[in-house]
């Protein structure tokens, strides 16, 4: 008998992001991304998805479920959820809160059912993790009336990430879940930080938007609201250029002119002054927020470094936590400087707080969800 599967399906607005795993054995049994859809080859989500058909054949069998990411699950929607016409109406409402990132997972979802009508599909939500963030943390310091009316708060998203990662460090560390308290930290194209007491976030860097906190790869993270006033007022910006400007061509790549960190490394070794000045701006941010959660927490038990930079740049790891040794954080240069997949420790032994890098799965942790889901 095959081991059950999961097709798991992240749709984008111009890439289609999927994966067919096995959540029992949690094993990756293939995976890819279909790019650039809506241009020549692939005119649309309708290609794309036949296209990762093709790719996929056999794999296909033992499906049992497709999971969906879907970025923004709003005021009300968090547990995952089946998907029927009800949700997508419901999914479709949200689009002016994550006009981005929703319409083209709905995109997905729609393609997606009419190709597989027969299995569930399922949507899990990347805020999902940060729903009951206390009220403390959830909540902008605005007009009650005008937040409530428009239902703005601190959403927080990448939740799949921060829980599974914080999940793994306690099973890596082999202690209760409940007895940690943690500061994760995702540094992928997209950027965020969490801070967790016994599994459950008590603050995130992304608000009700993934434009907020962190530096990241094109979005330029925590801002001076006035700035956005002030582009459209005297500037003569509209809504849309400081949008796309703030998503697009902010961050490190706005900044230095490069989003990959490995080039971005180059161009410091090699002068470049708009690079160093990006990477300088990126961890001072990163270095003010381990500094907010440090406060938060009181006391951390671990630190935990994931996504493509913080599973695989030494250099960003290093100067993330460089001279915290009073605040009872020290790397081992060693561990940290050696490359490696697997989950690992890089603190010094005697670092009060362990230091961690740890993959992450998001496939996998939606794969396992969807699982759970159906079967309850
Ligand atoms: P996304 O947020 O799109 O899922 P990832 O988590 O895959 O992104 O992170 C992608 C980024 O990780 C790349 O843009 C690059 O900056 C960085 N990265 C990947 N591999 C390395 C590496 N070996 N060294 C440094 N940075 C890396």
Known sequence: MTARRVLVVNSGSSSLKYAVVEPDSATMVADGTIERIGEGQVPDHDAALRVVFDELADDMAGVVAVGHRVVHGGPHLHAPALIDDALIDTLEDLSPLAPLHNPPAVLGIEVARKALPDLPHVAVFDTAFFHDLPPAAATYAIDREVAERWDIRRYGFHGTSHQYVSEQAAEFLGVPLQSLSQIVLHLGNGASASA??????????????????????????DIDPGVLTYLVRTAGMSVEDVEEMLNRRSGVRGLGGEIDFRVLHQRIDAGDEAARLAYDVYIHRLRKYIGAYLALLGSVDVITFTAGVGENDSAVRRDAVSGMTTLGIELDEHLNASPGRAARRISAQDSPTTVLVIPTNEELAIARACVQFVEN
Do not use: A, H, K
């Open 196 to 221: 967790i007491v016994g599994g459950r976030p008590i603050d995130t860097s992304m608000g009700l938007t993934p434009m907020e906190g962190l530096v990241m790869g094109t979005r330029s993270g």
